[in-house]
């Protein structure tokens, strides 16, 4: 079909309602309330599960994610490279936002409120651990390691993830004109007819399950920290009660950009970055800034040197491992670092294709991986290093604090408590973290809320439709939380949700391809 022909069919689409698929909105909604009972009143069942499930596919399945990793970074750059790369998005002159808008609101949709948890705290786990199994490190190894790893597992691979999603969801809206935000629309391709069918609606079902397991994990890791920081703040002592508040306090602060319009999207997303840029400031100025740019370039070479190796070690020895074949450093934090980013593909990528319009496949590929890697670097290099530094200089002893048992965000503002201004940067670190929640729930509901109509079109209800699923979305992480669930549980939630999710990734990914070689010889 001719592009113009294509942009008057999106025309045609634009003036009509969307009818809601009810059982989208239902099914999913009784799947996540059945778990969340069973979480809650069946921990210790939940949790033998859970340990089952993650010996399953974390012990005996992980390479498949690993190798998952490696294809998707490989694929993306290869058709960003190739003759496919200059191909244009829309028929737009200039894109629909400017540069860094663009860059703000891709960085500010993702796990921005979970990329700050994680840059302050990851590093201590990877500080006390062996990735190669070499026994007998030296203290300049273990730091060595501790902020390089960070960076791996949040650079170019897990970005990939999301970005050669995007540039699929991106052609098919805006090339191929075929408008309905769903992954099964995006299977179309190689699924045909079945889409439209029964085999479409389990596509688009189990996305928007794994999804929410996949949003139940960032939100209820990261959250605590906010409610520690309050405590901090206040002299208060208040535990799960006021991180559930905590969750209907960014609710409330998405619903009114929601009513706003698609506009506070845009500005919240640039508050954010302000925000952040503001507080990576002050903790650089005040903290070890030598150490903080010395161990940042250090960690970027040892990661840059390390790359392949770091990519497909799997450790099939297991040395690594407590003994007896357990899940070894690469399955414990590797492939849940992989799974946890293939469960928020659901979304995250179809915002980023929304907000592309305008530009070519090969610049929304290089500049996504431009403004989220260098997002997230500079997240880990400057909170992560903060917080190493206070380990090899004596002030925290953040690796003996967290053997005896204190919560990371207990650790996280210990590590605050070591600036003069202690106060105001927990101030602003709770603000930060939950504008981030607020601007990422705007983005991902805003999607998810395509799964449910027929059409994937905007109209009155989606205002209705978003806060539904902010709703939805919360009720997981709420159970967890009120289950006390461990790290090890609330990383296998994300690794059981990503695994059927990253068949479809490959179905989505072997559609677009299957679509660009089609290309050859026309213009549609």
Known sequence: ???????????????????????????????????ALLIYFFPEGAAGVIGMLNSILVNQGGVFYIVTGVFMLGCSIYIAASKWGAIKLGAREKPAYSNFRWGA????????????YWSLIEWVYYFQADPAGEGGLSLASHARIASAYPLFHWGPIPWAFYILPAAAYAYMFYVKARGRSA????????????????????????????????????????????????????????????????????????????????????????????????????????????????????????????FVSMATWMDPLRATGEGGGAAGFPQQWTVFYWAYWIAWFVATPFFIAKISEGRTIRGMIFGAYFYGIAGTFLSFIVFGNFGLYQQVSGKVDTVGMLDAGSAPAQIIVEFFRQLPLVKPVLCLLAIVMIAFYASTFDAITLVISGFCKKNGLEDHRDTKLRIYWALVLIILPISLIWSESTLSSLQTVSIIAAFPLALIMYLIVFSFLKELRGRVGSRG
Do not use: H, Y
């Open 1 to 35: 079909m001719p592009m113009n022909e294509n942009l008057q069919k999106n025309s045609k689409w634009a003036k009509g309602g969307a009818a809601i698929n009810i059982d989208m909105l239902l099914f999913p909604l009784l799947l996540v309330l059945a778990m």
């Open 105 to 116: 609101m891709i960085f500010t949709s993702t796990m921005a409120a979970d990329i700050l």
């Open 183 to 306: 992954l099964s629309e995006a299977c179309r391709p190689i699924l045909g007819k079945k889409t439209d069918g029964a085999l479409g609606r389990v596509i688009d079902t189990v996305a928007i399950v794994g999804f929410i397991g996949g949003t139940a994990t960032t939100f209820a890791t990261a959250t605590p920290l906010i409610a520690e920081s309050i405590n901090a703040l206040f002299g208060t002592a208040l535990g799960k009660s006021l991180t559930v508040i905590i969750l209907l306090v960014v609710g409330l602060v998405f619903t009114t950009a929601v009513l706003i319009g698609m506009k506070a999207i845009a500005n919240l997303a640039v508050f954010n970055v302000a925000a952040f840029a503001i507080l990576l400031a002050a903790i650089f100025f005040m903290g070890p800034s030598k150490f903080i740019i010395e161990s940042g370039v250090s960690g970027i070479g040892t990661m840059l040197n390390n």
